[in-house]
């Protein structure tokens, strides 16, 4: 009996199933939906903790102005204000107009209260003292995802290699999913800062198996590369859109709306998964990879992980203090603390995609060199600017330097373990995203405290000279060597002409499938 016909849609996915592409859509929209959480709440935070305080203190100031004791006598009466302490006599000429004089010398009395004390007032000044000692909370807040996502990359990575990539990036979507409905229904900073750590262990999980999936998947360097900065790009979106996304329905819409609308994107990101990737099945690597620790004593990988480190450290402590800078020093509505970060994001996007491409043909040492170099000088102008529009050089500037130093060290990460490793890379792209992390961590952890301590505009000088002091150490990446016995191994078949690493063991073009798996054991 002839086969009934099958519907386009599976005919389409089993065909998806097989295509690298899908795979790189997967990755792209994983990454885009976990760093659009990761910034929208950059202006969200300061600001919302800020009217939580002026809330609070405007209902302490309602609580002391106890109801007025009226003491009426014949005719006359005294009002006492716990205000401000003082007792004024009413006159009264009719026991008819008691009621009366009262009320208007309540009204009278109220309209000589400070502004302050009864509406929040727009005064940039009002509660200066309350955004200096906040850049370390919100510091430390934004910090947490990071240090949350330190932790957890030294076991993610030797997982991947041993029950294979799709299920712990599921994993990582269901953590991402409960982080932003924690978000959206936070009304404290306990909360929030739990919901902030919370995502950073599913971070590490999308992360490390998505990139460490297109690794596998891309074998051929040229290829590799280009297909990172396409990943990168869902990251840079996911900047891009993020910080604005979240300032604008934050003040227009409440606090709550930016993170449903993410909490749906999750759920599509899910469904993606389900479909193509199959995260019920097990499929570890057919080689086993090298150490964690024997990674960490390559000099060279240290190198290219400080470069990700320092320039993504920058970022991060400008997430954590540029808001609350704009608001002390420019009186910044909502709105604009958000859209501050667009030429950085829109910059970022345009790069890694541009630069996944140009790096190899310059030299991916001297693109992340010259990024660094970029990303000091910009930071050191930060400080300069006098309003929102004289940070939109320097932000330009700082995310076209970080677009040149992530699309170009994330590709020669996993160059580095086929040069001079095994060529199993969850553990390889851990290090990057603990490189990653470490920026995100000790930046803003630690900037909070030093604006306390120097301000914003001399740390702005001490990130931008460690950014260009270390930029020099790119050139040791100029032209790595291979360890002995890989030099032996890439020989055979002049696999060096093509840069594809597929002599050290039987590679597929798509690991994810049955059908993939027959073919590999037939062969």
């Known amino acids: 009996m002839p086969r009934p016909m099958e519907c386009v849609p599976w005919i389409w996915l089993r065909e998806g199933r097989e295509s690298r592409k899908l795979v790189l859509l997967v990755v792209f929209v994983a990454l885009l939906v976990d760093n659009m959480l990761l910034t929208v709440v950059v202006p969200i935070?300061?600001?919302?903790?800020?009217?939580?305080?002026?809330?609070?203190?405007?209902?302490?100031?309602?609580?002391?102005?106890?109801?007025?004791?009226?003491?009426?006598?014949?005719?006359?009466?005294?009002?006492?204000?716990?205000?401000?302490?003082?007792?004024?006599?009413?006159?009264?000429?009719?026991?008819?107009?008691?009621?009366?004089?009262?009320?208007?010398?309540?009204?009278?009395?109220?309209?000589?209260l400070p502004e302050a004390a009864l509406i929040s007032g727009d005064d940039c000044a009002e509660g200066a003292d309350f955004l200096t000692k906040e850049n370390t909370r919100v510091g430390l807040l934004f910090a947490s995802k990071a240090l949350m996502q330190l932790i957890a990359n030294p076991f993610v990575g030797p997982l991947t290699n041993r029950i294979g990539y799709h299920i712990p990036m599921f994993l990582g979507f269901i953590i991402m999913f409960l982080s932003t409905l924690l978000f959206a229904f936070s009304s404290t900073y306990d909360l929030l800062f739990v919901a902030r750590a919370l995502q950073g262990i599913g971070s590490a999980c999308s992360s490390v198996a998505g990139l460490g999936m297109l690794a596998s998947v891309y074998t051929d360097d040229d290829e590799r590369g280009n297909a990172m900065g396409i990943a990168l790009g869902g990251l840079a979106l996911g900047v891009l859109v993020g910080a604005p996304f979240g300032s604008v329905?934050?003040?227009?819409?409440?606090?709550?709306?930016?993170?449903?609308?993410?909490?749906?994107?999750?759920?599509?990101?899910?469904?993606?998964?389900?479909?193509?990737?199959?995260?019920s099945k097990i499929s570890p690597e057919s080689t086993k990879g090298t150490p964690l620790l024997t990674l960490l004593w390559d000099p060279y990988i240290l190198i290219a992980a400080g470069s990700i480190c320092f320039a993504n450290m920058g970022v991060a402590i400008l997430e954590a203090t540029l808001p609350i800078w704009m608001m002390q020093t420019m009186c910044s509505p909502e709105w604009q603390l958000g859209v501050a970060f667009l030429p950085a994001s829109v910059s970022y996007l345009i790069c890694t995609n541009l630069f996944g491409i140009l790096a190899n043909k310059m030299g991916r040492w001297l693109c992340s060199l010259i990024g660094m170099v970029l990303v000091g000088i910009s930071l050191l102008c930060i400080p300069l600017a006098q309003n929102i529009y004289g940070l939109i050089g320097p932000n330009s500037g700082v995310g076209i330097a970080l677009g040149m130093v992530d699309s170009s060290m994330m590709p020669i990460m996993g160059y580095l373990v086929d040069l001079r490793h095994t060529s199993v890379y969850g553990s390889v792209y851990a290090i990057a995203d603990v490189a990653f992390c470490m920026g995100f961590a000790v930046g803003p952890s630690t900037g909070g405290a030093l604006v306390r301590a120097i301000g914003f505009p001399w740390l702005m000088v001490v990130i931008g000279g460690i950014n260009l002091l270390y930029a020099p150490f790119c050139w040791f990446l100029r032209s790595p060597p291979a360890k002995e016995e890989k030099i032996a191994i890439l020989s055979e078949g002049c696999a060096m002409q093509t840069k594809s690493y597929t002599t050290q063991k039987v590679l597929r073009d798509f690991p994810l499938t049955d059908i993939s798996d027959e073919e590999v054991e037939s062969e």
């Open 45 to 112: 935070v300061p600001s919302f903790l800020f009217t939580n305080y002026k809330n609070a203190s405007h209902s302490a100031v309602l609580q002391s102005m106890v109801p007025m004791v009226v003491s009426t006598a014949a005719s006359d009466s005294t009002v006492f204000s716990y205000y401000n302490n003082t007792t004024l006599v009413i006159s009264d000429y009719t026991d008819n107009m008691d009621s009366n004089s009262t009320s208007e010398t309540q009204g009278g009395n109220a309209s000589h």
């Open 249 to 279: 329905m934050y003040e227009f819409v409440g606090k709550s709306s930016p993170f449903l609308i993410l909490a749906f994107l999750a759920l599509l990101d899910g469904a993606l998964q389900l479909c193509i990737l199959q995260p």
